[in-house]
């Protein structure tokens, strides 16, 4: 407050001016991503509960549709990229009205978006949609939203950083070492995950 | 010019009201910030926030408007012309104090 009171010099004008313009668009390209991160988070372990569930309790589904685990991803992207994209709308609304937030909204669309094709083109690139390495699609897919988090981490809001880590090992570590229940870990762990980071997003916003 | 030093703007030379000014004049014109967005990014308290935005208001150089969105109140800021003019003119005076020449 007493700094609040004392007059700025020049350079600390042209520094806040600076600071402020950082946070207020950082800000505005973030709105919503705590209700996001949640329900990405319960969307994503709901794909991996049911995929667990099909291998398990109709082992014989499985092996005779090999590519329903195509179809419960895709189902699962396409309803988290519709749902995300309202909530950040609803959120921006919130926040700002006019060009500015409607921009922010289209560009932090158009990242997300990006993310989504690659983790389908970067496997086709590599020639991994078919019936031999399918399987391996997943991981790629993970690794490139894993990505897309730290990049937008890195950008506007360090914590997701850790997210995109914290997503990235979810995945990988119960897939090296949980072997026939890993996607029942890798649910609970990426739910856990989307959580914990939602919290804390919410905690420093508080505070 | 005031004894080699240029003279900047009061109402705007202020750590707070600067900041509340650069995030509205970062906006495009027409655009208006919800008051719990200028709170929350500045972290400042609510009563804070208020006694500032009117000084502003009170200056001509911003308008506050209370209206309802989805079935709740919310206020809106927005600067005005004035506002934009005498930000910009405060941007040139800061400028001009720091000895900043545009490039060649």
Redesign the interface.
């Known amino acids: 407050m007493q700094?609040?009171k004392?007059?700025?010099t020049?350079?600390?004008?042209?520094n806040?001016?600076h600071a402020?313009?950082d946070?207020?668009?950082a800000?505005m390209y973030i709105a919503g991503v705590t209700n996001i991160l949640l329900y990405s988070g319960a969307l994503v372990a709901l794909a991996f509960f049911t995929h667990y569930a099909i291998e398990t309790l109709a082992p014989t589904f499985a092996s005779d549709h090999p590519w329903y685990p195509g179809i419960v991803w895709g189902v699962m992207g396409a309803l988290a990229m519709i749902v995300n994209s309202i909530i950040g709308h609803r959120a921006g609304?919130?926040?700002?009205?006019?060009?500015?937030?409607r921009n922010a909204g289209i560009r932090v669309f158009a990242f997300w978006m990006t993310v989504v094709a690659a983790c389908f083109l970067i496997p086709a690139a590599a020639g991994m949609w078919n019936s031999d390495s399918g399987e391996m699609i997943p991981g790629v897919a993970v690794g490139v939203i894993a990505l897309g988090y730290i990049l937008f981490g890195i950008l506007f809001q360090p914590m997701l950083v850790a997210v995109g880590a914290g997503l990235a090992a979810s995945f990988y570590l119960p897939g090296h070492f949980a072997g026939d229940t890993a996607l029942a870990f890798q649910g609970a762990a990426t739910l856990t995950v989307c959580v914990l980071g939602a919290l804390w997003l919410r905690r420093a916003?508080a505070s | 010019m005031i004894n080699g030093q240029v003279d900047?703007d009061d109402t705007i030379?202020?750590?707070?009201r600067?900041?509340i000014m650069?995030?509205l004049v970062?906006?495009?014109p027409?655009?208006?910030?919800?008051y719990?967005?200028i709170q929350?990014?500045?972290g400042l308290t609510g009563g804070n926030l208020t006694i500032h935005l009117r000084k502003l208001e009170s200056a001509g150089f911003l308008t506050i408007t209370k209206e309802f969105?989805d079935s709740k109140p919310?206020t809106?800021v927005e600067a005005t012309p004035e506002g934009r003019r005498a930000f910009t003119d405060y941007?040139s005076n800061?400028l001009e104090?720091?000895n900043w020449k545009p490039p060649p």
Request: no cysteine; glycine share 2%.
């Open positions: 700094d609040a004392r007059e700025l020049p350079e600390e004008s042209w806040a001016i402020t313009f946070r207020a668009r800000s609304k919130k926040l700002s009205q006019g060009d500015t937030a916003s | 900047l030379h202020q750590p707070t600067l900041r650069t995030m970062a906006q495009s027409s655009d208006r910030l919800a719990p967005f929350r990014t500045l969105l919310r809106w941007l800061l104090t720091l």
